[in-house]
């Protein structure tokens, strides 16, 4: 399985931006996928995940300005990202939620940087 995180980039604080996460290979079916993020301190945190039935989580700091979902094709995971705040800069990697490993892994990932 191959992983390609994009959609990142510079962006002013209020902006938005959507992160798209691909996998192939082995026809891949996205099921419990997270998004994650490594910041300038090298902790790689949760910020959203969801279920192959839909069912979503985010972190206290995200919600109702993020939206995860899942593309049609079922190979895809989107991170909607809305009024962003310069603390959520950080680099964005997605991973099966049951991996060990999260952060710089699966993907190279997606940097985002938003300037206050």
């Known amino acids: 399985v191959q992983v390609a995180e994009s959609g990142g980039g510079s962006v002013q604080a209020g902006g938005s931006l959507r992160l798209s996460c691909t996998f192939s290979g082995f026809g891949f079916h996205v099921s419990d996928v997270g998004w994650y993020r490594q910041g300038p301190g090298v902790k790689c945190d949760v910020i959203s995940y969801?279920?192959?039935?839909?069912?979503?989580y985010y972190v206290d700091s995200v919600k109702g300005r993020f939206t995860i979902s899942i593309g049609s094709a079922r190979n895809t995971v989107y991170l909607q990202m809305n009024s962003v705040q310069p603390d959520d800069t950080g680099r964005y990697y997605c991973?099966?939620?049951?991996?060990?490993?999260?952060?710089?892994?699966w993907g190279r990932g997606t940097q985002v940087t938003v300037a206050s």
């Open positions: 991973a099966p939620v049951v991996s060990s490993r999260k952060c710089d892994y």
């Open positions: 969801i279920s192959g039935t839909g069912v979503s």
